[in-house]
């Protein structure tokens, strides 16, 4: 399909790595329409370069498949996606997730709204049975039963449930970390803060899966994962700080305890990156101590 065509309402992007039966299965939940955009940037994929002759779904009218040049992780092939969206509202999806049937009916709805991010709802729900309910990320439900404007802006700050505004994203030069754990951290705070308007819709428009084997599943158990995702999240908070907000993360002190235990170096490494960013490190190991007390007693 021609890249020149300009009158797309959505534009939506999908970084995929080495799933490509479930980002079939994705693609399959995304109505063909002429005013639907949507790019597939696979990250380097093991037999990636032929994916187009045997999986038909990409082929499809108004799709564009592209590959990375190297595995550079989600938040790489995102930006890579970025470049190439038309479309006047930017929707992020991952490989392994689906929308829901009445997703695009709901994005309709909102189509002309003056914000610069439209947060929804999202179902969380189990990979190999799309009924079951998940609860991967109580924090999703917080949110929702808060219905608090600057807590959306802080804490969701996952890419996917979304519409951003294209002019809002790029016009600002916002991108996402090409690292390999913890890539969208700076870009969901960062857009999050920055947006002069949010609006906050309950409509269910996609579901959240959880599998064996992704990086979610898996969380903080790679080689260096507790590391990356930690530094991302000092950058993170340091960033929010500079908008004014002073709540602390609880995610920086709960793996900076962690990361105390686990690996003396990579604790130390991080420990420069909060002072060079300016973050007072005493605060938040006291704020970690404590949060390690309180699972500890929880769990007991």
Known sequence: MSKEFNNYNYSIIIPHYNCPELLMRLLRSIPIRSDVQVIVVDDHSIGGEMYQSVYPELSRPFLEYTRADRHGGAGYARNIGMTMANGKWMVFADSDDVFDEEAFEAFDRHIDSDADIIYFRVRQVLSEDLTARSDRLPVLDELFLSQNEQEFRL?????????????????????????????????????????????????????????????????DQKEGELECRLIENIKALRIARDYGYKKSNSSVAYRLQLLRREDKEGYKRCKRVASDLGILWFPLLIKGIVTRWKQIAKSS
């Open 155 to 219: 804490r969701y700050i996952f890419p996917w449930g979304k519409m951003l505004r294209k002019d809002f994203v790029k016009g600002n030069g916002f991108i996402f970390e090409e690292v390999m754990f913890g890539n969208d951290l700076v870009f969901g705070i960062k857009t999050g803060c920055s947006a002069k308007k949010i609006q906050i819709c309950p409509d269910p428009v996609y579901h959240l899966t959880q599998r064996e084997g992704s990086l979610t599943y898996t969380l």
